[in-house]
């Protein structure tokens, strides 16, 4: 290997490092300060530099495919050189393929993609991506199109011989339902990317020893059955996320850094006394739970008398404390907190019951919050409930690219569509249906559905997106959902029996059913979810 590809190569790893590491100074240190000034002992976080990887900004260059003569052949010399190896790559080697033709095809258009590596990522977790079509080229639309595989790495950096970080691919997102006359130039991938590596949190010590670090491994494996910690070296000891927190990530570091070595009954009952004081007293709420979670079941005793606090939030920090400690008061008092329609605190109360509570009690809250008059309510009990695999949620996939979802458990007729994350349409109070005489047609006219007074069944047209002369009409029921599988369900292939559908993309069938509800074609309210955040301001 050369030298410029093995600094290629070798660099990447370091300056990921580096990015990931920079800036972090671990979990907030009140509560280690706290400690050392009430003479507490020491901590595993006054010990070491814990270096959690936070998010990090990738980008690359891809190959959007399927569209309308919309894209173009531009494409700058370097760019085009690294995707036609890559493109290659992917393919059978007995594949021949005149890539520069694929590249210059109208039908194909090259781009930039971007995304974010989430916090303390896991091996195939998923994240949303942009492409944006690069500029001064012909490229007018990335309508319907699909990104072809790509590969992702630090800005700046591409090419065959560098380290892959992520990949993305799938259908291309333009939202519709916000503003009609948005740029087709740019687009999302929900869900499209893909992290490629287990990213590991570091406590590197301050003062490099073996035996030490032995101690502090040994301290946390004791700790967490699974055996998290291991020391790699005398300054080092890497910590991996255990299942149960695989998705409260930055907690389980928490607590960690706020674990003693030293154990006692003398000195860990000062310790509690000053925890649960500083908990009813102090702003930081949260570092404090966190500190009485880290020295374990004998806080419970005296967390219960938080309970009856006047301070709600010092009941939902008391409470949760206490669950996942095993306390069953806690799980009671996080109830009370999120059946109570006056509190600020549901939502957080509902998703703390999720993450430590038993699964049946879980379900058992998240089904009666489908319930509620409260959309936001309701669309948090959901989203519980999809977590927790529950039979309340009816889901099939459609299209090959979204799932269809119905929520029997709710009187509240909802159509809610995600624009980040997993790609789902979702029936609230299904089944939903349309009303009799139905004519509405979608905005660019491409589309109509059309059921006249006293018709038994609803007509779905659709005018070929590529042949204007060409329309395909497909019959439906008057269920919401059924009408959106022939919407979108992908047209039989020659001699298929089934009936298929006619191929309308998930951006299409989410603004067509914003129409229907705004129209009264449908007597259900419309609800969206917010657009990807592009950059290090993400969720979870």
Same mark, same amino acid.
């Given at each position: 290997?050369?030298?410029?590809? =093995? ?265 509690? =006394? ?192 590529? =042949? ?54 449908? =007597? ?17």
């Amino acid at each position: 290997m050369n030298e410029i590809c =093995r600094k290629t190569v070798f660099s990447v790893p370091v300056l990921l490092t580096i990015c990931l590491a920079g800036g972090c100074g671990g979990p907030d240190r009140g509560a280690q300060d706290f400690s050392s000034r009430a003479g507490l002992g020491a901590t595993i976080g006054s010990l070491v530099r814990v270096i959690t990887p936070e998010p990090v900004t990738i980008e690359g260059y891809g190959l959007v495919v399927g569209l309308e003569g919309t894209g173009s052949a531009e494409c700058p010399p370097q760019i085009r050189k690294y995707l036609g190896q890559y493109v290659l790559k992917q393919l059978p080697a007995s594949t021949r393929m005149n890539v520069n033709k694929f590249i210059d095809s109208p039908n194909t258009a090259v781009v930039l993609v971007e995304g974010t590596i989430p916090a303390i990522a896991s091996k195939n977790q998923y994240f949303d991506v942009r492409v944006t079509a690069l500029p001064n080229t012909q490229t007018t639309s990335l309508e319907r199109g699909r990104l072809f595989t790509a590969e992702l790495n630090m800005p700046g950096r591409f090419g065959v011989d560098t380290r892959i970080l992520a990949d993305a691919e799938g259908p291309v997102f333009i939202d519709k339902i916000s503003d009609p006359g948005i740029n087709k130039k740019t687009g999302y991938i929900l869900a499209g990317g893909k992290v490629l590596d287990e990213y590991k949190t570091i406590l590197s010590l301050r003062k490099p020893d073996f035996e030490t670090a032995n101690r502090i491994r040994n301290r946390i494996n004791g700790r967490f059955s699974s055996a998290p910690a291991r020391a790699v070296l005398s300054n080092r000891v890497e910590l991996t996320v255990p299942a149960k927190y695989r998705e409260r990530k930055q907690r389980f570091v928490a607590i960690v850094a706020a674990m003693y070595l030293e154990q006692g009954p003398d000195i860990n009952g000062k310790r509690i =006394r000053a925890f649960l004081n500083r908990l009813s007293d102090s702003e930081d709420k949260y570092s404090s739970e966190v500190a009485l979670e880290a020295i374990g079941n004998e806080c419970l005793g005296e967390l219960g008398a938080l309970l009856n606090s006047s301070d709600e939030k010092v009941r939902l920090h008391a409470a949760r404390c206490m669950l996942n400690l095993g306390g069953d008061a806690g799980l009671a008092a996080l109830r009370q907190i999120a059946l109570d329609n006056k509190s600020a605190g549901r939502i957080e109360a509902l998703e703390s019951i999720t993450a430590g509570a038993k699964h049946n009690d879980a379900v058992a809250l998240s089904r009666r919050l489908l319930r509620d008059d409260d959309f936001q309510i309701r669309l948090a009990a959901y989203e519980q409930l999809r977590k927790l695999d529950d039979v309340a949620i009816a889901q099939e996939f459609v299209g090959r690219n979204f799932y269809l979802e119905r929520v029997t458990q709710t009187r509240h007729k909802t159509v809610f569509v995600s624009r980040s994350g997993q790609p789902c349409i979702v029936l609230f109070g299904s089944p939903v249906y349309c009303t009799g005489n139905i004519f509405v047609t979608s905005r660019n006219g491409d589309i109509t559905i059309n059921a006249p007074s006293g018709q038994k069944y609803v007509n779905i047209i659709r005018k070929h997106p590529k =042949r204007a002369n060409v329309i395909a009409q497909l019959k439906s029921s008057f269920e919401l959902g059924d009408i959106i599988r022939t919407l979108c369900d992908e047209p039989p292939k020659e001699n298929e029996k089934e009936r298929g559908g006619l191929g309308v993309s998930y951006a299409d069938a989410a603004a067509l059913l914003k129409l229907m509800c705004d129209k009264g074609a449908v =007597r259900a309210e419309f609800r969206a979810g917010p657009m990807p955040k592009i950059g290090l301001n993400i969720k979870k």
